[in-house]
């Protein structure tokens, strides 16, 4: 008898721990996503420190939220830190493909050249080509100023999607003007602008 209860306890152990961590992670789900929108980072905070929290999330996630919440109060030096934390730990691919790539555009959006050649480099050891690609083309375009992909993205152009339009529309802005054509970098930067704010009217509606 003692036996039979010990192996039912041990059942329940087991399959329990999983329905238990699940509702758990629903609910800390929600209450993060209650801070986030309302701005309420020292809330998050607490919650990103309690005990529970870890048995819920794994590590990266719970350091890759505080990324996100230093990155919605646009404060450089916890951003800096969250990064600095997030590559001292031992990452997956798709992680470290999160990170070298969430890297790279945001120091490129705020012109840190040391940073952004440190996730250049990072983003060079990334297994996915069309990922290495796409960053190789924001460094030449964006950090270098140059235009040798001014070719490939007028044929993209071409034939992309509606929705792609307004992308390339603000590469070929800014590889012309790299250029020094600024009739064209004019010219595609309107259309840019004009194809945006239509892509978002769209998206609001749906």
Do not use: W
Request: hydrophobic share 35%; net charge positive.
């Amino acid at each position: 008898m003692k036996t039979e209860m010990l192996i039912i306890f041990t059942v329940l152990l087991i399959v329990g721990q999983p329905i238990l961590q699940f509702l758990l992670k629903k609910r800390y789900q929600n209450k993060i996503y209650v801070c986030f929108k309302d701005r309420d980072y020292e809330g998050l905070e607490r919650i990103l420190k309690s005990k529970t929290i870890k048995f819920v999330f794994p590590p990266f996630n719970i350091e890759y939220c505080r990324l996100n919440g230093a990155m919605l109060r646009d404060n450089k030096k916890m951003i800096d830190r969250q990064f600095d934390t997030l590559l001292d730990m031992r990452l997956s691919e798709h992680q470290k493909q999160d990170v070298y790539v969430n890297g790279f555009n945001y120091y490129l959006s705020v012109s840190d050249s040391k940073r952004i050649e440190k996730f250049y480099k990072l983003s060079k050891t990334l297994k996915n080509e069309d990922v290495k690609k796409n960053v190789e083309m924001s460094y030449n375009i964006l950090f270098e100023k140059d235009y040798k992909y001014l070719d490939e993205v007028l044929q993209l152009y071409e034939h992309c999607a509606d929705e792609e339009k307004y992308i390339n529309e603000y590469l070929l802005s800014v590889m012309y003007k790299n250029k020094g054509d600024h009739d064209k970098a004019a010219h595609f930067e309107a259309l840019a602008k004009t194809h945006e704010n239509e892509f978002a009217a769209k998206r609001s509606i749906e």
